[in-house]
Every structure is written in structure tokens, then in C-alpha cells.
T-cell receptor
């Protein structure tokens, strides 16, 4: 099946620094990648949708200058949390839709746990 | 707007017993419905989906779900669970008019299977 990886799996950083999270589709090309945030005991909340070669579409309430998304190729999207603060600590999950496959299936990465001290 | 409710945050069950995980949704437009499973330290994996046709949908690992439009429900069932079914289960909907771009998730139900 289609595999999506994320790197790093967990990261601890100091307040004020920036953190980059990578999302890769390993065995398929993804026209669209999605970034979610998951709070403890809460559902996954869609943050933004990124399409290869174009600007990401952010959900209402998500700061685009805070969460920079780049989808430079059909297999890689990155999320950069700029000037991270403790309230940004969370579990970030990406997913990808296959280019040539059945459009409704999103394949999810294992997630990245971010802790901002 | 859409919302998904999974009333049970945790469901404990003994091995080989049947289980039902409940999911109700609210939407002003027609939706597709999904169940995902998340094993510890892994990404979400699609269990099954309802797009159209028969309201009883069979998925992987012996799971099935039934779409009930009048009750806006999509409950997940398995007749006999195994220890390895211990995981977090998420119900999700996708509005038909978004081209599968948008998934709205419930808060998840943790299934705990004990011997």
C-alpha cells in the first residue's frame, strides 16, 4: 500500500526557534498533501491543504505566517513552525492523496510530536 | 458545516467478544463516510469507507460498518475482536462538494481488548 513518512518523529525545541517537519510520499506521487494538528483527546484538525507548485490553502483560524507550508515536489511537503511557543506543542500529522489513484483515499503519515519548552 | 460525534472515548472489551463503536454525524450536505484506525506510533490507516450503494460496508481485519441515513450514523462493528485490534479508531466524513479534499474527524474511540 501507499506509504507516507514524516521526519522527525518527535522534536523538542526552545521557545522562539523554528522547526521544520517533512512529509514524504514514498511509493507514489501526491498532487495534494494535507497537514493536521491533533490535540490530546481531540480529533484531528485540518490546518492546511497544499498542492504541488502552488500556495497552500489554510483553514480559518490558522496563521499562515506562523505555519509555513511548502510543497516543492510531488513527493515532499514541509511544515515549518516559525518562532515556536509552548502553545504550539502538539502532534502534527500529514496525509497525501495519490496522483493516479482513487482520489478519495488519503494516506497518513505516523505524525510528529512537537514539544516547545 | 460538518461535525462528527464519537460518544465513547474508550471501549474495553474481552478478546473474542463482539464490539460496536458508535459514530454519528451532522451535515447540511451529503457526505462520504470513513473509519480509520491508528495503532500506537503509526499513521492512520483506512479501515473502510462508504461512498454509495449498499449501506453495509465491509473493511479490512473483519470490520464492517452500516450507514444509516435517517439516524445519521455509521457505526463500526466486529463480531469477534482480537488483542491486536487494540488501537484508536476515528470516524470521519467528507462533504461530496469538496472533491474529497476535506475530512472532518471525530474525537476517536480507544478500543482496549484484554484477554
Amino acid at each position: 500500500g501507499a506509504v507516507v513518512s514524516q521526519h522527525p518523529s518527535r522534536v523538542i525545541c526552545k521557545s522562539g526557534t523554528s522547526v521544520k517537519i517533512e512529509c514524504r510520499s514514498l511509493d507514489f506521487q501526491a498532487t495534494t498533501m494535507f497537514w493536521y494538528r491533533q490535540f490530546p483527546k481531540k480529533s484531528l484538525m485540518l490546518m492546511a491543504t497544499s498542492n504541488e507548485g502552488s500556495k497552500a490553502t489554510y483553514e480559518q483560524g490558522v496563521e499562515k505566517d506562523k505555519f509555513l507550508i511548502n510543497h516543492a515536489s510531488l513527493t515532499l511537503s514541509t511544515l515549518t513552525v516559525t518562532s515556536a511557543h509552548p502553545e504550539d506543542s502538539s502532534f502534527y500529522i500529514c496525509s497525501a492523496r495519490e496522483l493516479a489513484g482513487v482520489g478519495e483515499t488519503q494516506y497518513f503519515g505516523p505524525g510528529t510530536r512537537l514539544l516547545v519548552l | 458545516a460538518q461535525s462528527v460525534t464519537q460518544l465513547d472515548s474508550q471501549v474495553p472489551v474481552f478478546e473474542e467478544a463482539p464490539v460496536e463503536l458508535r459514530c454519528n454525524y451532522s451535515s447540511s450536505v451529503s457526505v462520504y463516510l470513513f473509519w480509520y484506525v491508528q495503532y500506537p506510533n503509526q499513521g492512520l490507516q483506512l479501515l473502510l469507507k462508504y461512498l454509495s450503494g449498499s449501506t453495509l460496508v465491509k473493511g479490512i481485519n473483519g470490520f464492517e460498518a452500516e450507514f444509516n441515513k435517517s439516524q445519521t450514523s455509521f457505526h463500526l462493528r466486529k463480531p469477534s475482536v482480537h488483542i491486536s485490534d487494540t488501537a484508536e479508531y476515528f470516524c470521519a466524513v467528507s462533504p461530496l462538494n469538496t472533491g474529497f479534499q476535506k475530512l472532518v474527524f471525530g474525537t476517536g474511540t480507544r478500543l482496549l481488548v484484554s484477554p
